[in-house]
């Protein structure tokens, strides 16, 4: 698995070690927990102010602090209680919580890790549908309606291509007579599906048309053109960490899952496999 190679061997032993804490500190069964001590500490009321603040841009006053505390002690004997009726138990949506929050550790594990660039390079390297900037194209066009007849399109064209202020020539419409340069997806989203693949071979710098679009027919001249490019890393380094980290979350979780489901034995029905 690639996760295991280096230079990621770092980061596979800092989810042990994180998984492993969680499996020490955390407690053997739910029973474990004294049925008549409930111990709201410093760390807890600190969290509620944290949260309290982050909602009101305010800290609380006593009564609301006092408020939230008696809604955690609340929380938590509710919460002791169903457990001791077994209302945990077959219910999907605790289930699907619970094994939610275990891959959540394997995200709060991948955000902790900072890569050297020489990973993030090959790492790029190694997907480069993800940040290759696709081909734009710059162009101006004159519209000429859903319709022409080709002797306006015969006219309009002659005008262009002896000089005459494009501006001035075609129809006005909610359409950009100007597109800076555009990727083929931003100008088919202008222009309608199939557009950017009609401008594609076109000459630079000459009047060519009628290109039709969703809305009609077009007179359009390229003014600029850019090959698809691969950015710098110092250009993409947060996109390409985000991405890195994703991914590699993802493996930390499999492997971890692996990990557990190597100590179960696994009985299902025959046929069911």
């Known amino acids: 698995m690639r996760i295991l190679k280096e230079p990621l061997l770092h980061f596979i032993l800092i989810g042990a070690a994180i998984f492993g804490w969680f499996a020490i500190v955390g407690p053997k069964n739910e029973n474990d927990e004294p049925g008549d001590a409930i111990v709201i500490d410093d760390a807890d009321v600190a969290f509620l102010v944290t949260r309290f603040e982050t ?26 209680e169903a457990r001791k009726l077994g209302l945990d138990r077959g219910d999907q949506v605790v289930r699907a919580r619970l094994a939610q929050k275990m ?33 734009q194209l710059a162009f101006e066009q004159v519209f000429l309606g859903a319709q022409p007849v ?49 401008l594609a071979n076109l000459e630079a710098g000459i009047w060519t048309g009628p290109i039709p679009s969703g809305y009609g027919q077009h007179l359009v001249r390229i003014t600029e053109t850019y090959p698809e490019s691969m950015p710098p ?10 991405a890195w980290r994703r991914d590699m979350a993802k493996e930390l979780a499999q492997a971890h899952y692996q990990s557990l489901a190597a100590q179960y034995r696994v009985e299902i029905p025959e046929g069911s496999e």
């Open 150 to 198: 080709s002797e306006q399109v015969d006219t309009a064209l002659a005008a262009l291509q002896s000089g005459a202020d494009w501006s001035e020539i075609g129809i006005q419409s909610l359409m950009p007579r100007s597109m800076p340069p555009s990727a083929p997806k931003v100008v088919d989203t202008t222009f309608g599906p199939g557009f950017s693949a009609a």
């Open 55 to 80: 909602t009101w841009k305010r800290p609380p006053q006593e009564d609301e602090k006092k408020a939230l505390i008696d809604a955690m002690v609340r929380e938590e004997i509710l919460v002791r």
């Open 103 to 135: 891959d959540f550790l394997a995200d709060a594990i991948a955000i902790s890790v900072d890569p050297e660039d020489s990973v993030l390079e090959a790492y790029v390297a190694a997907n480069p549908a993800r940040f290759t900037i696709p081909p």
């Open 233 to 242: 890393l110092a250009d993409i380094r947060e996109a390409a960490l985000v």
